[in-house]
């Protein structure tokens, strides 16, 4: 079928993957079936959409796998929230969609980020992980370490950060004030009015009870021994006016990794870096797909 993405009409197969817990996912597909893939992780409160400016570039040339996060898009809530589901939902998605042994570029953005770090041990990933590019992400303390609340660190800004994201107040529509708060909290200073807007659709058309769900595994997440784990190349992406994820976890994240790519800072840009800078983060996708699977598909071979 063809749908418009992104304000692009592409063809797209779309399907539903079952969970090990029995969670259904919304998996798109774009591009052509033989063309090196990669698989897109989106962040909390966001869904396939928020990956429209990549999607649109590199299914000209690749197989673009997207799927929404369990309780986001077009995936039906389960209730079961967790960094374990998490990597649990990223296995199936590779099972479903990659042939046995097959390798992909994995990216994810934000949560997306924190859940290829969370499957990084598994044998899912081991078995489909060429390279991965980790947007604008943390792997733990993500609460203490926000500067959403604009007071000095300690225990009450945690506090009343906890309160913020956790929130269990409706966002309701889309106004000039919810775009305001959206853009100081997410986003970059010199946000165009035109990506702050599409941010704020996607952010408010996800569920309260996911955004809630979700915000309290984000505040108790540990995931740094994923970053350890992750044995294959790496770059790390993030916005240096990064309030949600701030360039602290990034530079955590850059010195543990074992084998990094290394750490790119964003100048002006926030937490939304694939919405906010579309042309560099697609840009490094295509870098690794080109580096790590279709030099490999090419020759045959497994790219070091």
């Keep these: 079928m063809s749908r418009a993405v992104g304000g692009l009409g592409l063809d797209v197969r779309e399907l539903t993957v079952t969970s090990a817990d029995g969670a259904r996912l919304h998996v798109e597909v774009y591009g052509d079936e033989g063309a090196p893939p990669v698989v897109l992780a989106h962040g909390w409160t966001c869904s396939i959409e928020f990956w429209a400016a990549q999607i649109r570039e590199l299914a000209r040339e690749f197989r673009v796998i997207a799927y929404d996060?369990?309780?986001?898009?077009?995936?039906?809530?389960?209730?079961?929230?967790?960094?374990?589901?998490?990597?649990?939902?990223?296995?199936?998605?590779?099972?479903?969609?990659?042939?046995?042994?097959?390798?992909?570029?994995?990216?994810?953005?934000?949560?997306?980020?924190?859940?290829?770090m969370a499957a990084a041990g598994r044998a899912g990933f081991a078995?489909?992980?060429?390279?991965?590019?980790?947007?604008?992400?943390?792997?733990?303390?993500?609460?203490?370490?926000?500067?959403?609340?604009?007071?000095?660190?300690?225990?009450?800004?945690?506090?009343?950060?906890?309160?913020?994201?956790?929130?269990?107040?409706?966002?309701?529509?889309?106004?000039?004030?919810?775009?305001?708060?959206?853009?100081?909290?997410?986003?970059?200073?010199?946000?165009?009015p035109d990506r702050v807007a599409e941010c704020a659709r996607i952010v408010h058309a996800c569920p309260r009870r996911a955004r809630v769900g979700w915000s309290h595994v984000l505040d108790e997440l540990e995931?740094?021994?994923?970053?350890?784990?992750?044995?294959?190349?790496?770059?790390?992406?993030?916005?240096?006016?990064?309030?949600?994820?701030?360039?602290?976890?990034a530079r955590g994240i850059e010195a543990a990794l074992p084998h990094s790519l290394g750490l790119t800072l964003l100048t002006g840009v926030g937490h939304m870096s694939p919405v906010e800078a579309p042309e560099f983060?697609?840009?490094?996708?295509?870098?690794?797909?080109?580096?790590?699977?279709?030099?490999?598909?090419?020759?045959?071979?497994e790219v070091a």
């Design 69 to 116: 996060q369990r309780g986001h898009g077009r995936s039906p809530d389960s209730g079961a929230y967790s960094a374990d589901g998490l990597a649990d939902d990223l296995e199936a998605v590779l099972a479903a969609t990659l042939a046995p042994g097959e390798k992909a570029v994995l990216a994810g953005h934000s949560m997306g980020g924190m859940t290829i």
């Design 127 to 192: 078995e489909h992980a060429a390279a991965v590019l980790l947007c604008s992400t943390g792997a733990a303390r993500l609460v203490a370490e926000a500067l959403v609340v604009p007071i000095r660190a300690g225990a009450l800004r945690t506090r009343l950060t906890r309160s913020v994201l956790g929130a269990k107040a409706p966002l309701g529509p889309v106004t000039p004030v919810s775009k305001a708060v959206l853009k100081y909290a997410t986003m970059g200073r010199g946000a165009a």
């Design 223 to 249: 995931v740094t021994a994923g970053v350890r784990a992750l044995g294959v190349p790496v770059t790390v992406v993030a916005g240096a006016d990064d309030r949600l994820t701030p360039p602290v976890h």
């Design 281 to 301: 983060v697609t840009g490094r996708i295509r870098e690794l797909v080109l580096g790590y699977v279709a030099a490999g598909a090419e020759t045959g071979e």
